[in-house]
């Protein structure tokens, strides 16, 4: 794969081959102290363990082993048998309080709550090394790490409500995918710990780390198993109809406030902070106002941002749910960095403007990362927020320009430029009606639109690309014959990519997808393609992988939409955005 020079953190990934109606107010009150009361009990637990435990987190492979002495209960046997990880996960549960006498339904809360606990000391004992001075390279992967514990932990506490159950409570498709994104948590961290050369930082955390993402991984597979949504590998899939949308072009079902926001006009709606560069708004820079606008917010924050071009890195923390940021248009709101791993960055750090905030919504703006091709990974927008929606906005960079981190994303109308793996990420995402642009990239590379990193078949994860238009943006246009452009390349073992009723211009290569590294996920990836058009759908030429298929049947395909995809909880219709559920007509 003759690629030239890719950065340091390309060569490391690509080293990688392990396989939402009212309730009367007493009852209303009455549910919510009991899950606040569950709250209060699991945090306890979580900081009680996160000290007494750090020690235990270091233990050897020998003592980890010799838990195995204790003789594990039927249910705990059956139970590991679901997972990738069945050794680790008989010693962990066995050592556990309440594992021996406890059923198999039961060990579900346990595994939940035991590796909570152990995510929790981690995070703990990562504390402990922050006042270390560190270069830029560990500082950067020692930043994205504790950042990512703290996810997890919440992402894992939030799941053991499932599991709780109750009205009111989330539901089991919120858990996958809470668990699935506390397992790319893991994985990222590691990444950016592969690229740091201080060995003290490195092995500090990998130690703090031990085990962790196998645990989670473990968790994730118990829970799938006694999941009532086990329709397609992990895919929560719900028999909903079809919906209707209103001549306005929002879904029926809307919140008429919220409608009535998305169909107005930019410079017409009620902000709650302006964002202009000259002072005629509540702020002169984006990120002033993310610092300013509330954290926990139950209502929708909306921030406006006036045309002009902001030279800033913006990072949209987990706390800060419910923003809208609202730019004047495509070319004119734009948003720049120029942060990449030339320059001692992670990948996962390079990001121009990054969310992790649960509803978060984008629109009217561009957002760009400059470096430049000579500089490799460098993300313009990384979103790890849950129910985010992208709409109308243009995505511009090279090497890693969209980075669809985890959980449920759906982009709609976006213009999206890059040339190798400009697409990639874990989350269970859906672009819809966008304009994918490929560039011209450096002498001796190809272009791979797509790397898709699901790491264990039992996350909710994929890339669809649904109603979309594949072309050779104008530089590429210029040099096509001499660029090969493919699909994707499978950048973990169950790497999962569709392509569904989409256009695709002549800059694809007729083998259409890429290896990795030689038959690495070769038999164990899902790529699909299903009713393409254009010059460069032509499948007779495709790849023979066994991963592969040519999707003949309407229903396999329609496990891809939004409506099956990232419907979940009714969170999309919400948010007033235009949405086709399911397949187009």
């Not at 001692?344 to 978060?360: D, E, L, P, R, V």
Request: contains cysteine; positive net charge; charged residues 20%.
């Amino acid at each position: 794969m003759d690629y030239g020079k890719l950065g340091p953190s390309e060569s490391i990934r690509s080293s990688f081959s392990d396989p939402t109606q009212a309730q009367p107010t007493t009852l209303r009150h009455h549910r919510r102290r009991r899950r606040f009361l569950l709250l209060g009990l699991t945090a306890t637990l979580f900081l009680a363990a996160s000290a007494a435990s750090v020690a235990l987190l270091l233990r050897s492979k020998t003592n980890r082993r010799a838990g195995l002495n204790r003789s594990p209960t039927q249910a705990i046997s059956q139970t590991c048998k679901l997972t990738q990880y069945p050794e680790l996960c008989i010693s962990s549960l066995v050592n556990f309080p309440g594992a021996l006498d406890a059923g198999e339904r039961d060990l579900v809360h346990i595994s939940l709550n035991m590796t909570l606990q152990r995510v929790g000391s981690a995070r703990y004992a990562a504390s402990s090394i922050a006042g270390v001075s560190m270069n830029q390279i560990a500082r950067s992967a020692y930043d994205d790490c504790v950042e990512l514990l703290d996810d997890s932990v919440h992402q894992l506490s939030q799941s053991l409500l499932v599991v709780a159950g109750g009205d009111g409570a989330p539901s089991d498709e919120d858990a996958l995918t809470w668990l699935s994104a506390a397992l790319t948590n893991q994985d990222t961290c590691a990444e950016g710990l592969d690229m740091v050369d201080d060995r003290y930082v490195q092995g500090q955390m990998t130690n703090f780390l031990k085990d962790l993402a196998e645990l989670v991984s473990n968790s994730l597979a118990i829970f799938a198993a006694a999941s009532r949504n086990q329709d397609f590998s992990g895919i929560p899939i719900e028999n909903r109809k079809r919906r209707r949308l209103l001549a306005s072009g929002f879904p029926d079902w809307v919140n008429p406030i919220d409608r009535k926001l998305l169909q107005t006009p930019g410079d017409s709606i009620q902000a709650d902070f302006i964002v202009s560069k000259d002072g005629s708004g509540t702020h002169k820079t984006i990120g002033d106002a993310v610092k300013a606008a509330p954290e926990g917010s139950s209502r929708r924050i909306i921030i406006y941002v006036k045309a002009g071009r902001y030279e800033e890195n913006i990072k949209v923390a987990r706390k800060k749910i419910n923003l809208m940021f609202v730019g004047e248009g495509m070319g004119k709101t734009v948003v720049a960095g120029s942060r990449s791993v030339y320059d001692k960055f992670t990948t996962f750090h390079t990001a121009t403007f990054a969310s992790t905030g649960t509803g978060f919504i984008i629109k009217e703006m561009t957002i760009e990362n400059s470096a430049g091709p000579e500089k490799h990974q460098a993300v313009a927008l990384r979103v790890g927020a849950d129910r985010a929606v992208v709409y109308h906005c243009s995505i511009i960079g090279y090497q890693d320009s969209l980075y669809v981190h985890s959980q449920r994303q759906f982009f709609r109308e976006c213009d999206i430029y890059g040339t190798i793996d400009f697409i990639f990420g874990n989350a269970a995402v859906v672009l819809q009606k966008c304009n994918i642009w490929a560039r011209k990239p450096m002498a001796k590379q190809k272009n791979t639109i797509t790397a898709q990193n699901r790491k264990d078949p039992n996350q909710n994860t994929g890339i669809s690309i649904h109603n979309c238009k594949i072309m050779a943006a104008s530089d590429l246009s210029a040099v096509r014959g001499s660029v090969q452009t493919f699909l994707g390349r499978p950048w973990k073992m169950y790497s999962r990519v569709v392509y569904m009723q989409s256009f695709m211009g002549d800059l694809i290569d007729p083998a259409g997808w890429l290896e990795w590294n030689g038959n690495f996920a070769l038999s164990t990836l899902y790529y699909g393609e299903y009713m393409n058009e254009g010059p460069g759908a032509g499948v007779a030429k495709r790849v023979k992988w066994p991963g592969f298929r040519v999707i003949t049947e309407e229903e396999e395909a329609g496990k891809f939409t939004v409506g099956k995809f990232i419907y979940g909880s009714s969170w999309l219709p919400a948010t007033g955005v235009s949405f086709i559920a399911g397949l187009s007509e």
